[in-house]
């Protein structure tokens, strides 16, 4: 694992904090950082999308997130959360428009902005020419009506016998009403408001079905979205710790178990299920303890097949093309220089991470170490 990729870590652990500090900008300056170090992170897209206050950036973040990694429930997750996110806006009828703290945005995600800004100045010019057209035609019209002419043309002021002239007024018509008809209008009127006002409200008052229900918040720390209210676009964050899933519930193994379980005699073996990111210790058909792992990445994928632990070793150095991890505590090697260890480096768990060994939590991996021992089984599926 080569430094930049650990500095990315870093500050993406930083971020995290700082979001649950309610820092949103800092959050997004570090997670801008962690891209330029390792673009092809996908946890640094996901926080520069849980802190992205546009909905449009926003949801390209976690499309690139996806685009990286694209088994990842996480990033298909953010993605869902800023579609619901930019949708409620949408229905809101608001602008979508970054914060002046966010000024620094890599370039490739400020389309949507650069398009809401030409529409700005294009409704502006439009705004200036219009009202130059109104008010011209507003000066053209005062020169040439008689009242503002007769002011204006001090040649021919009128002399004091042409300001008066004889004039016809014609006497008002009025029907007198009687009064017990006035009174039956004044009840009709009366009766007719509450109807109206019931249609008025009826069309403006905004209805539960209008609201879109947003979805989880991306991130390597979960987040959740808020409960649906009937105020539309209200958009919430909050940062807590694991994953963004619901309480971990260990699944059952997605292949059928190798003939060592269906023995029942109690003999040790391990199963790792690449699917669902899980090792399960097994004693015959028997689970005696799980945990929630991550194996390689879809660029360097874990092996597959029935292998046997053929050394441990309680600590010692790792490396590789691009990384270099000193200490790494309690490994079994079951293939090659594929292994079962601990990790200290990251806490992604559930989500591949490595270059094809089964990283666990380090008192786990300690756990499974002291239960193991060389020559036990370890079947390796999805």
């Known amino acids: 694992m080569d430094t930049n990729f650990i500095k990315a870590h870093e500050l993406i652990v930083e971020a995290r904090a700082a979001m649950r500090r309610g820092e949103k900008a800092s959050a997004w300056k570090m997670a801008e950082q962690a891209v330029s170090l390792a673009p092809e992170m996908e946890d640094a897209w996901l926080v520069l999308a849980a802190s992205d206050p546009n909905p449009q950036d926003a949801l390209a973040y976690a499309q690139k997130a996806l685009e990286i990694n694209p088994s990842s429930t996480r990033a298909r997750r953010g993605v869902e959360w800023a579609t619901g996110q930019l949708d409620q806006v949408e229905a809101s009828g608001e602008t979508v428009v970054a914060a002046p703290n966010f ?7 400020q389309p949507a902005a650069k398009s809401r800004n030409r529409k700005l100045i294009f409704a502006a010019l439009f705004l200036g020419l219009l009202t130059c057209a109104v008010l011209a035609f507003a000066g053209y019209s005062a020169v040439t009506h008689p009242a503002f002419a007769s002011i204006l043309n001090l040649t021919a002021a009128p002399t004091q016998e042409d300001l008066w002239a004889s004039v016809v007024v014609p006497k008002v018509s009025v029907t007198p009403i009687e ?81 060592i379980a269906s023995s029942g005699d109690g003999v040790r073996w391990i199963d790792v299920d690449l699917t669902n990111q899980s090792v399960y210790a097994y004693e015959g058909d028997v689970v005696v303890n799980s945990f929630v792992v991550s194996t390689g990445t879809w660029l360097t994928p874990t092996v597959t097949g029935q292998y046997k ?6 600590s010692s150095k790792m490396s590789g093309p691009g ?27 559930g989500t591949p991470m490595s270059h094809g060994c089964v990283n666990l939590r380090t008192e786990e991996a300690a756990w499974l170490y002291n239960w193991a021992s060389v020559g036990t089984l370890v079947n390796v599926h999805y």
Do not use: C
């Open 103 to 109: 000024e620094s945005k890599p370039e490739e995600f």
């Open 179 to 259: 009064a017990s008809a006035f009174a039956q209008q004044v009840e009709d009127t009366l009766t007719a408001l509450p109807e109206a006002t019931a249609v008025l409200t009826k069309k403006i008052k905004p209805t539960a079905e209008s609201t879109r229900a947003p979805t989880e918040v991306p991130g390597e720390e979960p987040t959740y979205a808020p409960e649906a209210t009937e105020t539309p676009g209200a958009m919430v964050m909050e940062i807590v710790d694991d994953t963004p899933t619901s309480e971990y519930v260990a699944p059952k193994p997605s292949a059928p178990l190798p003939d």
């Open 309 to 314: 632990i053929y050394v441990k070793y309680r």
């Open 323 to 349: 990384y270099y991890l000193p200490d790494v505590p309690y490994i079994m090697y079951f293939y090659k220089g594929y292994g079962l260890h601990g990790t200290y480096w990251h806490n992604n768990f």
